[in-house]
């Protein structure tokens, strides 16, 4: 049973910093792709970031380059998303997710966390 759980969320100010992390078990991840999804108050669920966890490509929303970064440890088996120059329409419950073919290109996700709150002040 694969389990995601995310951590680090919180109430930073705009122009801070927060880093997620997502503590993947459940399965040997090497095949897989991790992304992470926000979602804010009335709004549907989005694309923020994706990453292989074999070989590090990665992939990111239009909104967020420049200012996020994904990354993974391999041997902790952990997907971290660094937020930096947050702003406050980042405010979204974020959500990690696993994918099994290792895709970083689809929207459609297999295995998904319970999510973080993130939220930003001006």
């Known amino acids: 049973q694969v389990q995601l759980v995310e951590s680090g969320g919180g109430l930073v100010q705009a122009g801070g910093s927060l880093r997620l992390s997502c503590a993947a078990s459940g399965r040997t991840f090497r095949s897989y792709s991790m992304g992470w999804f926000r979602q804010a108050p009335g709004k549907e669920r989005e694309f923020v970031a994706a990453?292989?966890?074999?070989?590090?490509?990665?992939r990111y929303a239009d909104s967020v380059k420049g200012r996020f970064t994904i990354s993974r440890d391999i041997p902790k088996s952990t997907v971290y998303l660094q937020m930096s120059s947050l702003k406050p329409e980042d405010t979204a419950v974020y959500y990690c997710?696993?994918?099994?073919?290792?895709?970083?290109?689809?929207?459609?996700?297999?295995?998904w966390g319970q999510g973080t709150q993130v939220t930003v002040s001006s």
């Open positions: 997710a696993a994918r099994m073919d290792g895709s970083i290109w689809r929207a459609q996700y297999d295995y």
């Open positions: 990453i292989t966890w074999s070989g590090g490509n990665t």
